[in-house]
């Protein structure tokens, strides 16, 4: 089965930097774009950024935009997200998920990692 698994969250100060990880198995990794989506406490689940199978095309919330970059090696069925001048209000759990398909933009998201947190201090 579809098995996605984050890494690399931690304590971080404002204006550091993080690389999360999302090491993927159980399926053909390369024909899926993938996201990242984060919930904060008390908050909803949002979107943080998608990249497209073939890792040409990804898009951003708008809140991340310029900071926060998404990628991915085919190769180790990994996608990645370097955090950079994180602010307080990026603390939450950040989950990987996988795409229905290759589809661009994607239509949904149908698997999900268990998620790893980010704290950014002040």
């Known amino acids: 089965q579809v098995q996605l698994v984050e890494s690399g969250g931690g304590l971080v100060q404002a204006g550091g930097s993080l690389r999360l990880s999302c090491a993927a198995s159980g399926h053909t990794f390369s024909s899926y774009a993938m996201g990242w989506f984060r919930q904060a406490p008390g908050k909803e689940r949002e979107f943080v950024a998608a990249?497209?199978?073939?890792?040409?095309?990804?898009n951003y919330a708008g809140s991340v935009k310029g900071r926060f970059t998404i990628s991915r090696d085919n190769a180790k069925n990994t996608v990645y997200l370097q955090l950079n001048s994180l602010k307080p209000e990026d603390t939450a759990v950040y989950y990987c998920?996988?795409?229905?398909?290759?589809?661009?933009?994607?239509?949904?998201?149908?698997?999900w990692g268990q998620g790893t947190q980010v704290t950014v201090s002040s």
């Open positions: 990249i497209s199978w073939s890792g040409g095309s990804t």
């Open positions: 998920a996988r795409a229905y398909g290759p589809t661009w933009p994607p239509l949904g998201y149908n698997s």
